[in-house]
């Protein structure tokens, strides 16, 4: 398994911007699907978006499609969720994950980091 470590999450108004950042550390980055997922309050971790391990696959989640944006330097050891027009329904705690396939499916996804908050205010 791979241990992740999310950051960028914090308190942002209404249509601005936030970068997460998850970094990567153990076995190789690259051999790996990345992925974001998010949990708010009361509600299920849902999927946001995921990269396959050469970044040429991306699935985006609709909700998010055209705003959200994923990406990964592998020399970094890396995935980012760039997160523009942020809403408020964006509010969540922000989750990185790391799998075999370039899946929504959460069960696919075997390590987790322990999130970052993100809250959207009006």
């Known amino acids: 398994q791979v241990q992740l470590e999310e950051s960028g999450g914090g308190l942002v108004q209404a249509g601005g911007s936030l970068r997460l950042s998850c970094v990567a550390s153990?076995?190789?980055?690259?051999?790996?699907?990345m992925a974001w997922f998010r949990q708010a309050p009361g509600k299920e971790r849902e999927f946001v978006a995921a990269?396959?391990?050469?970044?040429?696959?991306?699935n985006i989640a609709d909700s998010v499609k055209g705003r959200f944006t994923i990406s990964r330097d592998n020399a970094k050891n890396t995935v980012y969720l760039q997160m523009n027009n942020l809403k408020l329904e964006d509010t969540a705690v922000y989750f990185c994950?790391?799998?075999?396939?370039?899946?929504?499916?959460?069960?696919?996804?075997?390590?987790w980091g322990q999130g970052t908050q993100v809250t959207v205010s009006s």
């Open positions: 153990g076995r190789a980055f690259s051999n790996y699907a």
């Open positions: 994950a790391a799998g075999r396939l370039t899946t929504a499916t959460i069960a696919q996804y075997n390590s």
């Open positions: 990269i396959s391990w050469s970044g040429g696959s991306r």
